[in-house]
């Protein structure tokens, strides 16, 4: 093995897989469903260091060096996605025995889990995805404008630049690509210099950008197969012209159906190693709710971790007597202890916007919110099918696309199929009492949909923050004193 700049952090081992046409190096370690973390250029499977010693208390967790690069082998050819995910698969299945699993990726990483997904629908259980787009996926953004993906797919012109040189290159990349120089620390920075100056290492990192057409030409064939279905959460990069924001979740929502996410604020490119306490968080908030049911090898649970709610379509119940009542008559009027309710992250889109869930009916379609944001903030636009009345509490704001600016103090309206773009005005934090009617609908800038919220996916995210945070929920969807 060659010689390493870390110390491989405990409980994690190093291993190899034969697969015949090429050798995969992989770290792993921990015990329960198994999780596959792939990596992206110019990186190793060295960039999940600080996520998999927290993932692994749950997990099994395989964090892989894909083809050709890091310390797996360098075949001649196969760098295509489409490949790039078989041999994954060919580890995970084959060598080690797995049916199914859950997959975390960066970069590069994502198109190959979105290769391996698409031809294994329903061995991958579900996918986190950070900054990247799928090529192929019927958007023209999907390189967004950066300069090497040409610069990298000319033949043999980037080797013959780099070759000696490839200390200076890798820096290079590394400081403008995150929302600040030092994003990746220099002990990374030392890793992956190493790993990419061994003898056909950057050719082969190369030739996963000469295979972009390919794997375009292979994604369309599979979208035609019809969308994945598992759920999927992506974040890209808030930082501006290095992140791709909202791009990355629009791209994934245009391949897949169960798609949620947002902007990883504070960050650029390299998300996981820019902020991989924050990273561990969202993976657990996403996969731990899911359990082990799925898994053919693990008893699925006894009961649930969170008593369930009231059920709200039983329009009858009897009284001690017998006697029949109608629902209407088992309910009062009831105050609210909105003091007593947690603010918690906005979580998947921004842990700057704070929400604070009120009520949620599930009749109706209405749900109420308390939001808070800092100053300076922009909400994604949105588009609402029902109306929403917005009572201002403390701080300014407006819409982008009006001239008004609302005060405490102040309501505004919003008719039905209204589309708006909310951005809080002067220094002061914004808060506001939110009323919705049926779906808030989070858009891009082209007004693709990213995201769809309601009643019922602000109960579960209210749900999955008690869980997280041990605490007891209470039933906002009661109507009983």
Avoid at 185 to 203: D, F, I, L
Avoid at 221 to 250: C, E, S, T, W
Wanted: charged share 20%; with cysteine.
């Amino acid at each position: 093995m060659p010689a390493m700049h870390y110390t491989l952090p405990k409980g994690l081992a190093h291993e190899y897989a034969d697969l015949g046409d090429v050798r995969l190096h992989y770290v792993t370690g921990g015990q329960g469903p198994t999780m596959v973390f792939l990596h992206g250029w110019p990186q190793t499977w060295y960039m999940w260091r600080d996520v998999l010693p927290a993932m692994l208390r749950d997990y099994r967790v395989v964090a892989v060096d894909m083809r050709g690069l890091g310390d797996s082998s360098r075949p001649a050819g196969g760098y295509d996605t489409k490949t790039v995910a078989h041999d994954i698969w060919r580890l995970l299945h084959d060598k080690l025995g797995q049916q199914q699993f859950f997959v975390v990726a960066h970069d590069w990483g994502g198109p190959v889990a979105y290769a391996l997904a698409a031809q294994h629908r329903t061995a991958v259980r579900a996918m986190a995805i950070f900054d990247a787009p799928v090529p192929g996926d019927g958007s023209i953004i999907t390189a967004m404008g950066r300069w090497h993906f040409g610069f990298h797919a000319e033949a043999d012109l980037p080797e013959a630049m780099v070759e000696g040189r490839e200390d200076t290159y890798l820096r290079y990349m590394f400081r403008k690509a995150g929302a600040r120089p030092d994003a990746i620390s220099e002990e990374a920075q030392q890793e992956y210099v190493r790993a990419y100056s061994q003898p056909g290492a950057m050719r082969a990192g190369f030739n996963y950008y000469r295979a972009m057409s390919q794997d375009a030409k292979d994604n369309k064939a599979f979208i035609q197969q019809g969308k994945l279905q598992m759920p999927i959460l992506v974040y890209g990069g808030g930082a501006a012209n290095v992140g791709r924001g909202l791009y990355a979740m629009d791209s994934w929502q245009r391949v897949a159906s169960n798609v949620c996410g947002g902007v990883a604020e504070g960050c650029g490119h390299w998300i996981p190693e820019e902020k991989p306490d924050w990273v561990v968080a969202r993976l657990l908030e996403f996969f731990l709710p899911m359990g082990e049911a799925s898994n053919p090898n693990v008893a699925t649970p006894a009961a649930p971790a969170i008593a369930p709610l009231s059920n709200l379509s039983t329009l009858a119940t009897k009284t001690p007597t017998g006697d029949k009542k109608m629902f209407f008559e088992t309910i009062d009027t009831a105050l609210i202890d909105v003091e007593s309710l947690p603010w918690m992250p906005f979580a998947p889109y921004s842990d700057e916007f704070q929400l604070k869930l009120i009520k949620a009916d599930a009749i109706t379609g209405q749900w109420t919110t308390l939001l808070k944001i800092p100053p300076g903030s922009v909400l994604p636009m949105h588009h609402h099918a029902g109306t929403v009345m917005v009572w201002t509490i403390a701080g300014k704001w407006r819409y982008l696309e009006h001239d008004w600016v609302a005060t405490p103090g102040s309501f505004v309206f919003e008719t039905a199929g209204s589309r708006h773009t909310p951005a809080a005005v002067g220094d002061d934090e914004v808060v506001t009492l939110n009323i919705v009617m049926g779906d808030w609908n989070l858009m891009s800038p082209e007004g693709a949909v990213l995201a769809i919220e309601n009643w019922k996916s602000m109960v579960e995210r209210y749900l999955n923050f008690c869980k997280a945070k041990g605490m007891t929920p209470v039933d906002v969807t009661s109507f009983s004193v």
